[in-house]
């Protein structure tokens, strides 16, 4: 089966740097996707890590490590619209996608 | 506007019912997924399928049944409904089938009392 860890909460400030952890437990990883999900709405798609390594996208980065079975999500110079749900989610071989509880971030100014 | 549409916004209906939920992908996606989301069970990935078959398959129940039509897009059939069932229903689409980029329809929202 599949067993994902994130932090329920975390709060930051304004500008600062956070980071989001994540830890799994699976059987067949092929990839590890992050999501960002603001209250009442869809979840909106932000990386998605096969290779061990950090992946820069603008203001956030993922980090994968395969023999760990970890990986963060890095959110710089954070702004008011980054408070929202995050969610980690193993795909496996079989195409099949578990989710994490998700961490909400607060941002506070 | 993720270009991913989904019908109807809001769904009421009774235990012992059945309800069919219809998502059209973006132009160009050929892979579409289901998820539901509730607030005891957080997101779960349902199924998926690509141009017209099943791809993969998650926690979908038996009384739970999805199809992709030759247009492209789903529809998931919701049978024999329970309390349990309401939730929030979100449709994806993608371009390919392992690590695109999903877009996220606005989901349909079902209660069931």
């Known amino acids: 089966g599949q067993n994902i860890d994130q932090p329920t909460e975390m709060t930051a400030t304004e500008g600062a740097i956070v980071q989001i952890n994540c830890t799994y437990q699976t059987s067949g990883f092929n990839g590890l996707f992050w999501y960002q999900q603001h209250a009442g709405e869809a979840p909106t798609f932000l990386s998605y890590n096969v290779l061990d390594g950090l992946e820069e996208k603008g203001r956030f980065s993922s980090f994968l490590s395969r023999s760990k079975g970890y990986s963060y999500l890095l959110l710089k110079e954070l702004q008011m619209k980054d408070s929202a749900s995050y969610l980690c989610a193993v795909d496996t071989n079989a195409g099949k996608s578990t989710f994490g509880d998700g961490t909400t971030l607060t941002v506070k100014p | 506007d993720s270009g991913v549409t989904q019908t109807p916004k809001h769904l009421i209906t009774a235990t012992g019912q059945r309800v069919t939920l219809r998502c059209s992908p973006r132009?160009?996606?050929?892979?579409v997924y289901w998820y539901q989301q509730s607030l005891d069970q957080g997101l779960q990935f349902l199924i998926q399928?690509?141009?017209?078959?099943?791809?993969a398959k998650g926690n979908i129940l038996e009384r739970f049944s999805a199809q992709q039509f030759p247009d492209l897009h789903s529809e998931l059939n919701l049978s024999s409904l329970e309390l349990g069932d309401s939730a929030l229903y979100f449709c994806?689409?993608?371009?390919?089938?392992?690590?695109?980029?999903?877009?996220f329809g606005p989901g349909t929202r079902l209660t069931v009392l």
């Open positions: 132009s160009g996606d050929l892979s």
């Open positions: 994806a689409s993608s371009v390919g089938t392992r690590g695109d980029e999903q877009f």
């Open positions: 399928y690509y141009n017209g078959e099943e791809r």
